[in-house]
C-alpha cells in the first residue's frame, strides 16, 4: 500500500471552501474544463534570442515566452531557425552556455526546465551555464506544479533509486513530505505522470502523460520542439495529420476583428499552429529557408503558407513590438477561436 493518504475524505469536510483539515482542493483554483483532445501550438524563431545582447535578457526573453504558454494553456512550442544559413553554427558544446551560440537549444534547455515541476529540476537538471540567471525566471504554477498542501487527480512524480519498503515495485517522488509506491518497475530518474488513489487501499498509477488533458480536462504542461526552418515546423509536426488551423502574424496581415469577424462562433480544428516572427518578420523566416525558396514562397507570398496572416494590434504606439510581447498581444486576442467562455 502507498505511504501516501489519499484526501478524498478530508475534501468532504468543507467541499464550499474547498479546504479540509488544511488542504486546499485544487479544484477551487485549477476548474477542469471539457475532456479535450484539440491542441495549440506556437512556433517562435530563434532570433527572439540572438537579438537579445546580453545572458539577462536572453533569461528573461525565455521566461516570458514561458508565462505566456502557461497563462493561455499552449500544449507545444516550436522553436524554428530563422538566421541565415551562413550564421547558423554547425558544431556547439552542448555543456557550454549557448545562449549566443545555439539559441533554440538555449531557449529549448530554459523552456523544458520551467515545465519541470520544481520539486525534480535538481535532478533532472544539473548545474549548466545556461541556467546560470535562473533566478530572473518566473513562476508557472501550473496544476502540475502544485503546492503540498493541494490536491489533484493527478500528480507528476520522480522514479527513485531507493526500493519501496516492500520490495516490490518503484519509490516515486511527487513532491509531498513522503514518497509513494507504483507496482511497476521503472528506472530511477524517470518523470512519470500518476493517477493518484481516491481510497486509502489503493496505488497510484502510471498514466499516458496526455491524460491528465484528455480525460481529466486539465491542463498538464506544454511540449518544446525544434525545428531547423519555417518549413520544418509544419512538415515535422508531431501530430499524425499536421496541423490543420494555421495563423501567421505580421504587421502586414489583416487584423482580428476581420480575419475572424464572428466573436461567437470558436474554431474548427483539431491540431491550431500560431506562428510568430522575430525582428523582421515571418518573411526573414522564409528568406532563409532553402525549401520554401524552391517553391517560390518569398517575400509577400510567405502568407500563402497559413490559412490566415493576421495583424494582432494594429496602429500599434511604438516601431515595433517584441516577440514576448506579440505573444501575450495575440493569445489574448485569438483565445476566443477555442475559449468562449
Known amino acids: 500500500m502507498s505511504s501516501w493518504e489519499p484526501q478524498s475524505k478530508k475534501r468532504r469536510l468543507d467541499t464550499d471552501s ?14 477542469p474544463t471539457t475532456a479535450r483532445e484539440w491542441t495549440i501550438s506556437i512556433a517562435v524563431p530563434t532570433s527572439i ?16 515566452i514561458a508565462r505566456a504558454l502557461a497563462i493561455f494553456s499552449v500544449d507545444e512550442v516550436v522553436i524554428f531557425d530563422d538566421s541565415p544559413l551562413d550564421q547558423r553554427p554547425r558544431n556547439f558544446d552542448p555543456d557550454a552556455y549557448t545562449g549566443d551560440t545555439e539559441p533554440a537549444h538555449f531557449l529549448e534547455h530554459l523552456l523544458n526546465y520551467l515545465e519541470t515541476p520544481p520539486f525534480m529540476r535538481k535532478v533532472l537538471f544539473p548545474i549548466h551555464p545556461n541556467l546560470r540567471s535562473q533566478g530572473l525566471l518566473p513562476s508557472l504554477d501550473m496544476p502540475h506544479h502544485p503546492h503540498k498542501d493541494e ?28 514518497t509513494v509506491t507504483i507496482s511497476e518497475d521503472i528506472p530511477p530518474k524517470t518523470r512519470v505522470t500518476l493517477k493518484m488513489p481516491e481510497d486509502a487501499q489503493g496505488q497510484p498509477e502510471p498514466i499516458n502523460p496526455a491524460e491528465p488533458k484528455t480525460e481529466g480536462g486539465y491542463f498538464w504542461g506544454y511540449s518544446v520542439r525544434k525545428a531547423k526552418s ?29 480575419a475572424f469577424p464572428n466573436r461567437d462562433q470558436p474554431a474548427t480544428f483539431n491540431h491550431m ?7 523582421r518578420g515571418l518573411e526573414f523566416a522564409a528568406m532563409n529557408d532553402p525549401d520554401l525558396g524552391q517553391m517560390g514562397i518569398q517575400g509577400a507570398r510567405t502568407k500563402e503558407l497559413f ?28 483565445r476566443r477561436l477555442w475559449d468562449s467562455s
Open 151 to 178: 490536491w489533484l487527480p493527478y500528480r507528476e512524480g520522480l522514479t527513485l533509486e531507493a526500493p519501496p519498503r516492500s520490495g516490490k515495485g518503484t519509490s516515486v517522488d511527487i513532491g509531498m513530505p513522503e
Open 18 to 31: 474547498g479546504i479540509g483539515n488544511g488542504i486546499l482542493n485544487t479544484k477551487e483554483r485549477f476548474r
Open 273 to 279: 499552429l500560431i506562428v510568430f516572427g522575430g525582428p
Open 49 to 64: 534570442i540572438t537579438s537579445c545582447v546580453t545572458r539577462e535578457q536572453r533569461t528573461t526573453a525565455a521566461g516570458s
Open 230 to 258: 519555417l518549413s520544418d515546423v509544419f512538415t515535422s509536426s508531431a501530430y499524425e495529420d499536421g496541423y490543420d488551423f494555421s495563423i501567421g502574424t505580421s504587421e502586414r496581415g489583416v487584423p482580428l476583428s476581420k
Open 307 to 334: 490559412d490566415h496572416w493576421v495583424n494582432v494590434l494594429p496602429n500599434q504606439g511604438t516601431r515595433g513590438i517584441r516577440t514576448d510581447e506579440s505573444l501575450l498581444i495575440a493569445l489574448t486576442g485569438l
